[in-house]
Structure formats: structure tokens, C-alpha cells
């Protein structure tokens, strides 16, 4: 089946710092999405992409969908310790796949402040 | 975007048994479906569940083990059965919106003595 291959798999920074994570694909997505998990919850949608070469913001966030279609990244600039919980992106294969998504294996993120 | 109430948020159970978590939309939705978070992992998808007919299961996933009912376009349930502590995790439902956008409740942490 369809894997996402996201990096790093964890990183402790300082607040105040922007960090940088993506997730790869070997096949093609028609749409990419970007989670927020805490502990206790389930995960919250950040960004959405629709189209290749999309770059979208929300906040301090920055996601673009790889010209390829096959990859996806997610900035977040200025963190705070609230940015705190495990990113996930996730992709839509879309077609007889429609809707199930497939995630990657998620981002730690710790900041210390 | 939608609420989504999930019950009950958490249980500890005995191996044999079975038990069925309820998955509540305060709007009609044409898709909902099921995920698995296994501790540390990320998600993956169980079944999607269809309205008005059987649950459309992913590899690795059956019908005995994981029977899903959907009476509705609000309303969905969950059920593990013949439970063993492989099947501690956290069940996650979730629906999709008109923007192929899905939005998930918050979980049910399920632990197996």
C-alpha cells in the first residue's frame, strides 16, 4: 500500500526558533493535509492543499504541495511552547481511494522556552 | 467544521470481551470512518463506514473482529471484539467535509488487561 515517509521523526528546539519538517511519497497525492495532535486528543487539521505548488499560511504556519505530488512540508516560524504535540501530514490518493487518508508517521515537536 | 462526540473517551477492558464505541456528528455526513493509533504510532485506517450498507474494511482489518454498523448520516459505532492487549490503542473516528477535509473526535483509549 501507499506509505508517507515524514522527517525528522522528532526535534527539541528553543522558542523562538522556526522549524521545518516534510513527508515524501512514491506515489501521488491530490490532496495533502497537515495535523496537530496533543496528548488526549485527537488530531486538528492545520493546513489543507489541494494542488500542486499550492502554498498556504495559516498563522505561523507555511505548508506547499510539492510540484511532483509526491511530497509535502511544513514550516512553523517563531514557535512557542504551545506548538508543542506531533505533526502529522497525511495525503488523499483520491480516485477509487477517495477519501482514506494515509498518514505519515508524525513529527515530535518539544520546545523548550 | 464538524463536532464529533466520541464514547466513551476511555476504557480498560478484559481480554474476551467486547466493546463498541459510538461516534456522534452534529451534521449529516456522507462519509465517516475509522482509525487505529497503536501507542506511538500513527493512524491507520480500519473500514469506512457506509451508510445503509456494510463497512468497506482495509487490508488487515475484518468484519469479526471490528464490526461496524452506521443506522445514519450522524451516527456510527465501533465495536472490538474478542479483545486481547495487542488491541490496546486509540480509536478514532472521523468525518469528511465538502472540501475532502476530515475532521476526527477525540478518541477512545482503549487498554486490555
Known amino acids: 500500500g501507499q506509505q508517507l515517509n515524514q522527517s525528522p521523526q522528532s526535534m527539541f528546539i528553543q522558542e523562538g526558533e522556526d522549524v521545518s519538517m516534510n513527508c515524501t511519497s512514491s506515489s501521488i497525492f491530490n490532496t495533502w493535509l497537515w495535523y496537530k495532535q496533543e496528548p488526549g486528543e485527537g488530531p486538528v487539521l492545520l493546513i489543507a492543499?489541494?494542488?500542486?505548488?499550492e502554498l498556504t499560511s495559516n498563522g505561523r504556519l507555511t505548508a506547499q504541495f510539492g510540484i511532483t505530488r509526491k511530497d509535502s512540508f511544513l514550516n512553523i516560524s517563531a514557535s512557542i511552547p504551545s506548538d508543542v504535540g506531533i505533526y502529522f501530514c497525511?495525503?488523499?490518493?483520491?480516485?477509487?481511494?477517495?477519501?482514506?487518508?494515509?498518514f505519515g508517521q508524525g513529527t515530535i515537536l518539544t520546545v523548550h522556552p | 467544521s464538524a463536532v464529533i462526540s466520541q464514547k466513551p473517551s476511555r476504557d480498560i477492558c478484559q481480554r474476551g470481551t467486547s466493546l463498541t464505541i459510538q461516534c456522534q456528528v452534529d451534521s449529516q455526513v456522507t462519509m465517516m470512518f475509522w482509525y487505529r493509533q497503536q501507542p506511538g504510532q500513527s493512524l491507520t485506517l480500519i473500514a469506512t463506514?457506509?451508510?445503509?450498507?456494510?463497512?468497506?474494511?482495509e487490508s488487515g482489518f475484518v468484519i469479526d473482529k471490528f464490526p461496524i454498523s452506521r443506522p445514519n448520516l450522524t451516527f456510527s459505532t465501533l465495536t472490538v471484539s474478542n479483545m486481547s492487549p495487542e488491541d490496546s490503542s486509540i480509536y478514532l473516528c472521523?468525518?469528511?467535509?465538502?472540501?475532502?477535509?476530515?475532521?476526527f473526535g477525540a478518541g477512545t483509549r482503549l487498554s486490555v488487561l
Open positions: 492543499l489541494y494542488k500542486a505548488g
Open positions: 472521523s468525518v469528511q467535509g465538502s472540501t475532502n477535509i476530515q475532521y
Open positions: 463506514a457506509n451508510q445503509g450498507s456494510e463497512a468497506t474494511y
Open positions: 497525511a495525503g488523499d490518493a483520491g480516485g477509487t481511494s477517495y477519501g482514506k487518508l494515509t
